[in-house]
């Protein structure tokens, strides 16, 4: 202050910093409806501070149920059987689930090996089928053979017989 002629003049201020904490915990993507068993989702959540904020923290995670449904230390979620299962996500104190159902993977593509066979009278050739869900997975959907007869021949636990062809005139 050397303009007003006053020297070695001081001033005190006092500053208090509050420290940030996470205030409120928000899942930003859980799934909607039902997952497939195989399936896998995404889960994020979302921290604020008490100003409301974006809260750089670690959320940890964490399966009720893991015979039905893992989950990672990112949130990356695996459907594993059939049933329910509870997901939570949490930071300190601030915690918040989602209930998530695993259904049973639906057949999506029926593959039969081979798909084309020639034979004469009498010979057999087993048919192999491979069934896939909408991501490509192989499933069990519990698949079983209707057992057909007809003059062309007969399918008995995916074994084809190929029987007599009788030409008509």
Same mark, same amino acid.
């Given at each position: 202050?050397?303009?007003?002629?006053?020297? !070695?003049?001081?001033?005190? =201020?006092?500053?208090?910093?509050?420290?940030?904490?996470?205030?409120?915990?928000?899942?930003?993507?859980?799934?909607?409806?039902?997952?497939?068993?195989?399936?896998?989702?995404? &889960? @994020?959540?979302? *921290?604020?501070?008490?100003?409301? !904020?974006?809260? #750089?923290?670690?959320?940890?995670?964490?399966?009720?149920?893991?015979?039905?449904? @893992?989950?990672?230390? /990112?949130? !990356? &979620?695996?459907?594993?059987? /059939?049933?329910?299962?509870?997901?939570?996500?949490? *930071? $300190?104190?601030?915690?918040?689930?989602?209930?998530?159902?695993?259904?049973?993977?639906?057949?999506?593509?029926? +593959?039969? #090996?081979?798909?084309?066979?020639?034979? %004469?009278?009498?010979?057999?050739?087993?048919?192999?089928?491979? +069934?896939?869900?909408?991501? $490509?997975?192989? /499933? #069990?959907?519990?698949?079983?053979?209707?057992? %057909?007869?007809?003059?062309? $021949?007969?399918?008995?636990?995916?074994? &084809?017989? =190929?029987?007599?062809? +009788?030409?008509? !005139?």
């Amino acid at each position: 202050f050397r303009s007003l002629g006053v020297e !070695n003049v001081n001033a005190t =201020a006092m500053v208090t910093i509050i420290p940030l904490h996470a205030e409120t915990l928000t899942l930003t993507a859980v799934p909607q409806g039902t997952l497939e068993v195989n399936e896998t989702f995404q &889960f @994020t959540a979302e *921290v604020r501070d008490q100003l409301g !904020n974006l809260f #750089d923290t670690t959320v940890s995670w964490e399966s009720d149920n893991t015979s039905v449904g @893992t989950i990672g230390a /990112i949130g !990356n &979620f695996t459907a594993v059987s /059939i049933g329910a299962v509870n997901i939570t996500a949490s *930071v $300190g104190d601030l915690r918040v689930t989602q209930p998530v159902s695993v259904v049973p993977a639906v057949p999506h593509e029926i +593959i039969i #090996d081979p798909a084309t066979s020639i034979l %004469n009278a009498s010979e057999t050739v087993r048919l192999n089928v491979t +069934i896939k869900d909408k991501r $490509g997975d192989i /499933i #069990d959907s519990g698949f079983t053979w209707a057992k %057909n007869t007809d003059e062309y $021949g007969t399918l008995v636990d995916g074994v &084809f017989t =190929a029987g007599k062809l +009788i030409e008509k !005139n």
